[in-house]
């Protein structure tokens, strides 16, 4: 590299959600991976999976699966086991420089405790409110255990805080997540998105193949409860009232 070009930084990613599911973290991960990687970084990804059956793919991207069991509650998600020495010799010789996580799982917990081990940074993100009665619902279930919201974000907190430094995708955010005891200090970053994909020039095939006339309406994204979809149901038929 030349003086006007910055040092190669050498930064590990590890998640507990990745391909093949699919999914806006899965999706975050691969923009900032990418991005990293095509500026000339090297990016280390750490996730549950096999070696058997690589998913993915990309110039300056190195893959570690760490050995893990089907979650079953939500698709392609898997649960890894919390600690892999493998994992942390990985680490060390490719001369990793930044550890960074993005889920409060098994795979970032192994990603903070290799952090302190080698006595390098780690950023947390904080993508998903899992505090929410509405995620950890589908996860533990049953009458037997009463999950009280202020418990799941003090099981949070045990990974946020754990960080030297967090990022949040919206001020709003960093707001409830400092509301509900985080004390690391918060920089606020959005997610980057991909102008190119969001092309309209199929528009007029695509109302034509859905017989669509006038104004509409289009949901995109995960028939799921945490995306409130009938929240935006009950509002369209607001507005359908005011705007047949």
Excluded at 124 to 129: A, E, L, S
Excluded at 182 to 201: A, K, L, R, T, Y
Aim: overall charge neutral.
């Amino acid at each position: 590299m030349n003086d006007s070009e910055p040092a190669q930084l050498r930064i590990a990613i590890f998640t507990d959600s990745f391909l093949p599911m699919i999914s806006g973290v899965v999706t975050s991960i691969l923009n900032l991976a990418e991005n990293l990687a095509d500026r000339g970084h090297f990016v280390l990804i750490a996730a549950p999976g096999s070696m058997k059956n690589p998913t993915y793919t990309h110039k300056g991207i190195k893959i570690e699966y760490i050995a893990s069991i089907p979650a079953h509650f939500y698709k392609d998600f898997k649960w890894s086991y919390p600690f892999s020495i493998r994992i942390r010799e990985v680490c060390r010789k490719e001369h990793i420089q930044l550890i960074h996580f993005v889920t409060p799982f098994f795979v970032s917990f192994i990603g903070i405790n290799i952090a302190r081990a080698l006595g390098i940074p780690v950023i947390g993100t904080f993508h998903t409110f899992i505090s929410d009665p509405s995620n950890y619902r589908h996860i533990i279930k049953g009458k037997l255990f009463h999950i009280r919201e202020e418990s799941v974000w003090q099981y949070s907190n045990l990974f946020y805080n754990s960080a030297d430094i967090n990022t949040a995708p919206a001020e709003s955010t960093k707001q409830e997540m400092l509301e509900n005891g985080s004390c690391v200090e918060i920089e606020v970053i959005s997610n980057g998105i991909d102008q190119i994909i969001f092309d309209n020039s199929n528009a007029e095939k695509f109302r034509g193949k859905f017989s669509l006339n006038g104004k509409t309406i289009l949901y995109f994204g995960r028939v799921s409860q945490d995306k409130n979809i009938d929240v935006l149901l009950k509002s369209f038929f607001m507005v359908y009232k005011s705007l047949p």
